[in-house]
């Protein structure tokens, strides 16, 4: 790059053959090299090295500079401090892997840069993505009217979705709107909510039962508490899945609520939406398909990599009648029934996604993303039944999927100190180095969790998590 940039044409930025090529085999053989890696690379990296990682803010280049020392330092000094979120051992948060075919695919669709956002512009590539929907809304058993749309991920497929909601429900009387979540809702929905214009005094937090699902009789009182007030409920989400506990809420009979009252359901599922590909599953998500709107991370539950999510909305006419717009300097569309990306989202000049989730899918094929779907739930499973029966751990909830939380409690301290050593549990468990686990708040109180999710975790680093937990925790206990 550095002799092409100092050359005599210095406008020309188009790169030769040979030198695409040797680029290209360069920053494939230091991804190959990282990939094998991973499952000798610590379970978190050095996230607190300030200075270091101040290194990353560099001055912009006058003259460009070869390819090489900007891999070294990229793959030696700042991509490995980090959480190592695609390792076997990444047990935070919501993991997912991040399969090495999306990164093929992004290659092509960025190399090859068509335009999708409007079908004609690109009409075998938004069919593409358009199977792409079809295949997830088969999967999630939504009815032909479905139309959806592939987003950055679920927080971007939540705002678009309650956008819709209030349009189709509200139109102007957005004041008078009314929004009912549960206290274990994802906080990407109110932070949509208030992005869709529905102030924070139009939002009731519905109380969960015991087992963190929403409660349903305190659901219909506030709706009738709101509606006799002269306010207009029109929306409630359920999730599918909650990250503190992986708790489901029961969605049949939310949505039953929600019919009844004339409010718009939307579902959750960025967690664990997935698990309706199983057959076996689909009890534990009852009323899933029932949905108005449902968000979706296959960056989480089809193991590909971030900024992928995807919405579903039950009647695509409702996407389309929000966000259809024309512009008579673009091409027009031919027919309304063909997919036309930009009237069913915000945006118009939008990368080609369709691929990223299209490739993986076609390469595999169903049956894989079942099987491995289901281990990862088989794992979790067997995680928890192995970390509950360790002396002093308190399971919150054993897994609904594949996401447990425990904690420390010692029958003869204080909650105060078994805060303190669930956190340093978590602590200590990732700093051993093999396995990556998270914690979370909740009425008060420390939890450690665990979820499975990410393809490249098997049976093996359950092992290291039990026995890392194990011996952990027996430390702390010491202390
Ligand atoms: C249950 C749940 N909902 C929503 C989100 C937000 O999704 P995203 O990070 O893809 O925007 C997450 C992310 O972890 C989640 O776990």
Known sequence: MSEAASGEDLADLELGADAMRELGSKVLERCIDHVARLGETASCGDVHDIEAIRSARLALPEIGMPIDPLLDRLFDEWIPRSFTTPGPGYFAYVPGGGLYATALADLIAETTNRFVGVWPAAPALAEIEASVIDWIAQWMQFPPTARGLLTSGSSMSTWIAITTARECRLGTRIRDGVAYVSSQTHHCVAKALRLAGIAGDRVRVVPTDASYRMDLDALRRAIESDRDGGLCPFFVASTAGSVHFGAVDPMDEVADIADEYGLWHHVDGAYGGFFHVVPEFRTILRGLPRADSLALDPHKGLFLPYGTGALLVRDGADLRRVHGASADYLPSNPDDE????????????????????????????????????????????????????????????????SLFAFRIEHPDRSPEDNDRSTRDLIDGVTALGRVMISGCRESGRDFARVCVLSFRSRKSQIEHLVADVADVAARTGRT
Do not use: C
């Open 338 to 401: 063909v997919y036309d990306i930009a009237s069913y989202g915000p945006e118009l000049s939008r990368p080609f996604r369709g691929l990223r989730i299209w490739l993986p899918m076609m390469l595999y094929g169903a049956a894989r993303f079942r099987a491995a779907i289901a281990e990862k739930r088989s794992l979790a499973v067997l995680a928890h039944e192995r970390i509950a029966a360790l002396p002093n751990i308190r399971v919150a909830l054993p897994p609904t999927l």
